[in-house]
């Protein structure tokens, strides 16, 4: 007689008993967001993939909301960042890296055209600060001032306000409409801006204007001086004026030969500019090797592409009716030194190139105030000075000096500020483990080329100001997002849910991501062996201290006091 089939509805949930018989569990899957590489290298703190995977769901102002949390500027720094961030991308070393500066001009520039605006600050803490500098680090500070509920009023010795995005960076890079559009929105937020105003005493504009702390964010203006022979003065410029007089919309007859004296990317502008102004010649003179340039490689590319000669290893000695320059060599430690031999190049006008400085000396009356050459010595965490309640960012202190670094500065002195006004401390958790290519899983990524922006042909760019880099489109910008790797971050594929065998995942619906039921959880790993973004990681049984964030909890963004380049 056959055995009768048992009922297995009936059997007992051995999963849920106290005595089940199976290997006690030594580790346990935790879901986890790691530090993605490029929100760690972004100098402005921004929390890039996090804004990317908003406009990967379709929500473009989802993702520029998120964007501007961090940098209020994300159409100034489409174009002018020397993004970090891609070259610290992981899937460069996949295939190329994400346009991220691409598709953060994309927004930026939706952001200008639908018009939209940063949401209403809180209310009035009741708090007053004075900003002195209009440039990207004033602009970054007041605006986070202002989210903080606090009243800024910045005051600017230029007729507008944008620094060096403004008088520095030629129109070709950065249109002066997208610098409008984006200082509009601060404006509407509140933020108070008196243009054409020198600073010349600080304590007493800070006392009369009752304002309860300052930051003091003054750009690099100055052109570094040199002692350089030359009969006829008129022919020597130096770039800053130089490059200063053609943002103010003059155009200044330069002849049809001009030398550029430097290295750096102000260099590059100048001969660039140069080129639009007619000159038929121009040419970069720079006592170093191409190598060992401070100008950024692509500016220096760019630059050669419009027509730019360059002459390394080349130091100009006199200015006469032609150039006398002195061939320079390297010694055993790289550094250049004179060959005694010399050349003649034929120049209508030298444009100075040899470097920039603050005008701080409205600071240096200030007792207690500490300076290193032309900037300020300030705490390298909090941004304040050895002068209680002023701060200072951006060119005033020690740090490379981009738009990027001067916003990273602006944010983070706001939240020190806010701290400090508030007799608090800026305690920020530490950074999260950064995620590199060996921890992903690439079998799930494909090969996708990187989309490219437009570009004017360099015979047309140097007949005008146009930009000569154009943006992406919604199509190629939603095609750049796809491509992120989400690197330590849940991109929801359910895979874990579809690989555990005792079914220990739940799903929590779409944006929330999963859960485990570690009453099911045997710890075999089968999930983070298959995670493809290492948003899984396996830690002892029953470890208390587990330092990294769980599901919900929002994404890994970078500790950008960390970031700029300070000391």
Not at 244 to 261: D, F, I, L, N, Q
Request: glycine share 10%; net charge negative.
């Amino acid at each position: 007689m056959p055995e009768a089939r048992r009922d297995i509805t009936k059997l007992p949930d051995l999963s849920q008993a106290a005595g089940r018989v199976a290997p006690v569990r030594s580790r346990m899957p935790v879901y986890v967001d790691l530090l993605p590489p490029c929100n760690n290298a972004c100098p402005a703190g921004e929390n890039i993939q996090e804004w990317l995977r908003l406009l990967k769901l379709g929500d473009p102002q989802a993702a520029w909301l998120q964007l501007t949390r961090d940098n209020p500027f994300p159409a100034i720094h489409g174009r002018v960042c020397y993004h970090p961030c891609e070259s610290a991308c992981n899937r460069a070393d996949l295939d190329s890296a994400i346009s991220i500066h691409g598709v953060e001009r994309y927004l930026g520039d939706m952001a200008l055209e639908q018009g939209w605006r940063f949401p209403a600050p809180p209310p009035a803490s009741g708090r007053k600060v004075l900003v002195v500098g209009a440039g990207p680090s004033g602009l970054s500070a007041a605006y986070h001032l202002a989210r903080l509920g606090h009243e800024v009023e910045i005051r600017d010795t230029s007729p507008e306000p944008g620094g060096m995005m403004r008088y520095g960076i030629p129109e070709y890079r950065l249109p002066r409409d997208v610098i409008d559009g984006e200082v509009a929105r601060l404006l509407a937020m509140g933020v108070r801006i008196v243009t054409d105003h020198t600073v010349k005493d600080l304590l007493a504009e800070q006392k009369e204007g009752g304002f309860d702390a300052v930051f003091v964010a003054i750009g690099a203006h100055l052109s570094r001086k040199v002692d350089l022979p030359a009969r006829d003065a008129e022919k020597v410029v130096d770039a800053v004026s130089f490059l200063r007089t053609v943002a103010s919309g003059e155009r200044p007859v330069m002849g049809r030969r001009v030398a550029v004296y430097g290295g750096g990317n102000t260099a590059m502008d100048a001969a660039r500019v140069a080129r639009r102004l007619g000159a038929q010649e121009t040419m970069i003179v720079y006592r170093r090797t191409a190598e060992q340039m401070p100008a950024h490689a692509e500016e220096a590319a760019e630059a050669e592409r419009e027509g730019v000669k360059m002459n390394w290893l080349r130091t100009i000695t006199e200015v006469d009716d032609d150039l006398t320059v002195e061939v320079m060599e390297l010694d055993e430690n790289g550094t250049p030194r004179g060959t005694g031999r010399y050349e003649k190049l034929a120049a209508d006008t030298v444009i100075l190139a040899l470097g920039q400085e603050t005008d701080s000396d409205f600071l240096r009356s200030i007792p207690g105030m500490r300076f290193d050459g032309d900037v300020v010595q300030v705490d390298p965490t909090s941004l304040m000075t050895d002068v209680p309640g002023i701060f200072a960012g951006g060119d005033a202190v020690p740090s490379e000096r981009t738009v990027t670094i001067g916003v990273g500065h602006g944010k983070r002195a706001a939240r020190n500020i806010d701290a400090w006004l508030n007799s608090t401390t800026d305690n920020k958790p530490p950074k999260h483990p950064v995620v590199g290519l060996d921890d992903l899983h690439l079998w799930y990524f494909g090969d996708f080329t990187r989309r490219t922006q437009p570009e004017l042909d360099p015979d047309a760019r140097v007949s005008a100001f146009d930009e000569i880099v154009g943006g992406l489109d919604a199509e190629q910008a939603a095609f750049e997002a796809q491509r992120c790797l989400s690197c330590g971050n849940c991109i929801e594929c359910d895979g874990c849910l579809g690989a555990c065998p005792e079914d220990a995942v739940i799903k929590l619906g779409r944006g929330h991501r999963y859960r485990y039921n570690y009453d099911k959880c045997t710890g075999c790993g089968t999930c983070y062996e298959q995670c493809p973004v290492h948003a899984i990681d396996m830690v002892p049984e029953g470890r208390p201290d587990r330092p990294l964030t769980g599901p919900g909890r929002g994404r890994a963004t970078a500790d950008d006091s960390r970031q700029g380049g300070l000391f």
